[in-house]
């Protein structure tokens, strides 16, 4: 066994180092929110844990770099390995306990109204947190028109055991839907008393067992699965999914309204079917127009979880029961679903962990005015226009910053004037990304380094201090 080398730097030191590194979700430093564990030194070496909240944390690489770049700056340090671990915190009650007490988040996704993709959104954000490495159940509550078990490509229903429900499990997510219980072809007509029922059952009366996440794929509409849905459990929080359109934004805002008014918090809004990109020609076509969610969750004060385009490959491997997040993820779809995922997670966690600090730069609205002109609108009435080259170049990345001396590595002449961003996509409520025409997207920018970009002169002012 290795004898530990005796070295001057102390674990008092690195968490000195580490309180420098804040969490982007809640604006608290990793030390005092007690995710740092296991430290571990030995000469010039160090290693310990980041234990985060989820493991679809979408800056879970950030964080990591972050603290490796802090404990480099200690003298004495030459090496640093950290492991991310995680532990879901989860919203809890007696009430919760008493049907699921094992489920930590049970998060309804909702629409306005049908034919926006409800039940295609909710199958991939379950795949896509279970191959995360979450622990996640997917309940169809669409009793009039259950689509879960067609799009997992689940055909064996359930099983039972000592009159209790034990889920299919498809793509590592645990499945029940009403669609395993009704004939195929039968219509479903039931009033309010026996819908409450089912959703008794399919709450108490099936082995979830230890779950993450509970997502819960409901009607489209404001009825009686929602009302009881409601009023038999705390829901962590929704998410609502609409098209770009602003008609389909004024039936959201409905559901919207309804949950406000049950108490049930509003995680955020996903636009699906935003934009078309033709598979041939690479060009993008507004078919239902787009950023419609975004200017709403802005004007609303509601988190923007990220838009999902119109494609072919959505539909047909959700007709084939492979959603697209598993059966082909490298695509630009699977990618977007699982941000929307990511983004989603992290609202349960900074719900879950008390709030987001209130004294950071917030975003209002961000725009593209043209290919080389973005536009941002802060909540305390400041605006910024930056040009693409210079937000390409701004980028922090580790391809483009060096991780231990934070000397930029980026050379500006070897970036094309031309740049111009072909995505721009939210990371939670404290950071934007961008996929750069020339192929670069793995930097984020946090709501801080983004006002500090601000080209205006009082900001420009304001560095220099």
């Known amino acids: 066994m290795k004898n530990e080398t005796e070295s001057t730097i102390t674990p008092a030191d690195i968490r000195a180092a580490l309180s420098q590194v804040k969490d982007p979700d809640l604006g608290v430093d990793i030390v005092k929110l007690g995710f740092v564990q296991d430290i571990r030194i030995d000469g010039e070496d160090v290693s310990f844990a980041i234990q985060l909240t989820t493991p679809a944390c979408p800056v879970r690489d950030q964080l990591k770099e972050d603290a490796r770049r802090a404990i480099l700056s200690l003298q004495g340090v030459t090496n640093v390995e950290v492991e991310l671990t995680s532990k879901v915190r989860g919203s809890q009650s007696e009430q919760q306990g008493a049907l699921l007490p094992l489920v930590k988040n049970v998060i309804p996704i909702a629409s306005g109204k ?164 033709c598979r041939h020609c690479g060009e993008r076509e507004e078919i239902f127009g787009s950023g419609g969610a975004r200017r709403f969750a802005a004007a609303s004060g509601v988190p923007f979880l990220g838009e999902i385009p119109l494609s072919t490959d959505i539909r047909t491997t959700s007709d084939e029961g492979a959603p697209i997040v598993q059966s082909m993820p490298e695509s630009l779809s699977a990618r977007a679903f699982v941000r929307v995922a990511e983004n989603l997670a992290a609202q349960v966690s900074t719900l879950n962990m008390g709030g987001v600090s209130s004294d950071r730069p917030e975003i209002a609205e961000i725009t593209q005015l043209s290919e080389h002109r973005v536009q941002i609108l802060w909540k305390d009435g400041h605006e910024s226009v930056y040009t693409s080259f210079a937000l390409r170049t701004g980028c922090r990345c580790a391809l483009c910053v060096d991780e231990i001396s934070g000397n930029q590595r980026l050379r500006e002449e070897s970036i094309s004037k031309g740049v111009h961003p072909r995505s721009i996509d939210p990371v939670g409520r404290y950071a934007i990304s961008f996929r750069w025409s020339d192929g670069h997207s793995t930097g984020i920018y946090t709501f801080e380094h983004l006002r500090e970009l601000c080209p205006c002169p009082i900001c420009a002012d304001n560095a220099t201090l």
């Open 114 to 277: 049908g034919g926006v993709g409800k039940s295609t959104v909710s199958a991939n954000l379950a795949v896509a947190l279970a191959q995360l490495g979450a622990r996640v159940g997917l309940l169809d509550a669409d009793v009039y028109g259950p689509t879960i078990p067609t799009i997992m490509g689940a055909t064996a229903p359930p099983t039972a055991e000592n009159g209790t429900i034990v889920p299919v499990i498809r793509y590592g997510v645990k499945i029940v839907s009403m669609g395993f219980f009704v004939p195929k072809g039968e219509a479903t007509i039931w009033r309010g008393p026996m819908l409450s029922k089912v959703i008794d059952k399919f709450l108490g009366g099936v082995e979830w067992g230890e779950l993450d996440y509970l997502l819960v794929d409901l009607p489209p509409g404001t009825g009686d699965v929602q009302l009881s849905l409601c009023q038999k459990i705390p829901l962590t929080g929704a998410a609502v999914v609409s098209t770009p359109q602003d008609l389909a934004f004024n039936v959201a805002e409905k559901a919207i309204f309804m949950f406000t008014k049950l108490r049930t918090p509003i995680l955020g809004l996903v636009e699906n079917m935003s934009g078309f990109e």
